[in-house]
């Protein structure tokens, strides 16, 4: 398969017609000065390669971010008496991309008011703090929970 490049040029994967990911392979590991020869499918070896590439880029980005922080921390920068802590705080947040966040508890209290239509022959049966119980109440935003709720003084009016 054919594919084009940033600069329109034709570009054919350099894949052998012989490639086969299942086929096992040894291949030398030294851990602690100790080599050993394990043998694995390709694979599970190309997985393996992988997850060190990832990794490679994550201690790349961390390191960069480790390079910032220690540039912010000098002497000059911590004990200006023109540089407010907030300002300082402020910055390594935004080098870590970190929000500082503070929970506020709350409770409140939630009128609710509706209609339900029972038909006649089930009403003497019918048990509204039943059907209350089934209440639920939510909020369509990731930061607020609601740890606990209840229904008092179900009554039909």
């Avoid at 034709?10 to 030398?28: C, D, F, G, Q, R």
Wanted: charged share 30%; glycine share 4%; aromatic share 8%.
């Amino acid at each position: 398969m054919e594919t084009t490049d940033t600069f329109g040029a034709t570009v054919t994967p350099m894949v052998p017609e012989s490639y086969n990911a299942n086929i096992l392979v040894t291949y030398k590991d030294i851990t602690d000065g100790v080599a050993t020869y394990p043998t694995v499918k390709v694979n599970d070896l190309e997985w393996k390669l992988e997850r060190i590439k990832r990794l490679e880029d994550q201690l790349s980005r961390s390191n960069s971010t480790i390079g910032k922080i220690i540039d912010n921390l000098t002497e000059d920068y911590w004990f200006n008496p023109n540089t407010e802590k907030e300002e300082i705080l402020s910055d390594l947040c935004t080098i870590l991309d970190h929000q500082p966040k503070k929970e506020i508890q709350f409770e409140g209290t939630i009128y609710i008011s509706g209609r339900v239509d029972v038909p006649l022959s089930e009403y003497e049966d019918f048990d509204l703090d039943e059907i209350m119980s089934e209440l639920s109440v939510d909020i369509y935003n990731g930061d607020v929970v609601i740890d606990e709720f209840h229904t008092e003084d179900v009554r039909e009016v």
